[in-house]
């Protein structure tokens, strides 16, 4: 189960540990219902790519990822989406709770 809320920020956030960090590319295979393709590159580690679908929902919803190999994504990426990947990058903090905030 995935809860995800979205805000427009200034900065990344201070005084929070921070764990990992992601070089992403992501790539939309369809919308209605959500299909995605990610590559996603730890700092320092290992690159993984991943085959998710998304329900419908508002602010909880289920996310189901698959890890797919790389010649999968590549067929995924230029033979159906056909279109540039969105870069992101994504850093993760560890909570005084121990939750994990993700900033995208």
Known sequence: ??????????GWPAGLE???VYKMDQGYISVRPTVRIREEALAGGRT????????????????IERSIDKE???????????????PKLRRSYTLPDGSVLEVN
């Open 1 to 10: 189960m995935e809860i995800e809320r979205k805000w427009m920020v200034v």
């Open 18 to 20: 921070q764990t990992e």
């Open 48 to 63: 993984d790519y991943v085959l998710c679908f998304k329900s419908e929902g508002g602010l909880a919803r289920e996310e």
């Open 72 to 86: 999968l994504f590549d067929d995924l990426e230029y033979k159906i989406i056909a279109k540039p990947l969105i």
